[in-house]
């Protein structure tokens, strides 16, 4: 099977983290369409992940100059636009989970397809939440809308590698049962 290679695609590393994780159901941000999401927290030292995406990154700008040029006379400075990489550090300083790394929101009007490890479909919803580790497919594109230019990020498929610490508070029903404390249950 021949591999295309498309320069604005990536697949991230199996340390990605996932983080509002609307994988399952479509979810609608500010009265917009509703979309199918997640924001991937990529380890600073993932440099490989990383010089990947700003490859993408640059490869979307190239590809989308004349959708970023619209009306204008001159194509915008890829420094000068909103871009979806983002450190985690500055711009969510006091939450843990983006502790040195970077992070991407990719989202999609098109369901993802959602795997394990090996690759088989995951169909348990209760298996991907907030804070699994998984590698994701994605892609990246130049837009021009109402005024606002830059580059967006798609999500494609997402891969769960491995279980996390949940974010957001919430712990699961498998882990809040796990002890049984019989003294307790007969009172």
């Known amino acids: 099977m021949a591999k295309f290679n498309n320069p604005t695609k990536v697949i991230t590393g199996v ?5 509002y994780v609307n994988a399952w159901e479509p979810k609608s941000i500010n009265g ?11 380890p600073k030292s993932d440099t490989k992940t990383l010089e990947k995406i700003r490859a993408a990154i ?8 004349s959708k970023l040029k619209g009306n204008g006379r001159s194509v915008p400075a890829l420094s000068a636009l909103k871009t ?3 450190d985690g550090d500055v ?14 929101n990719a989202n999609s ?24 580790y998984g590698r994701a497919s994605i892609n990246f594109y130049a837009f021009n809308s109402n005024g606002n230019k830059g580059i967006a ?4 498929n997402l891969q769960k590698i491995r279980d996390g610490e949940p974010l957001g508070g919430k712990s699961r029903a498998e882990d809040d049962f796990a002890e049984e404390d019989e003294e307790d249950f007969l009172d």
């Open 32 to 42: 917009g369409a509703p979309k199918y999401s997640v924001s991937l927290i990529i």
């Open 58 to 65: 640059q490869a979307a700008y190239e590809e989308g100059q």
């Open 84 to 86: 979806p990489l983002r």
């Open 15 to 19: 340390n990605t983290r996932w983080s």
């Open 153 to 156: 990020c798609g999500l494609n």
């Open 109 to 132: 009007g098109t369901v993802p397809g959602i795997v394990d490890a090996d690759r088989n479909p995951i169909l348990e919803r209760s298996e991907v939440y907030s804070g699994v």
């Open 91 to 104: 711009e969510r300083p006091d939450d843990e989970a983006y502790a040195n790394s970077y992070f991407v």
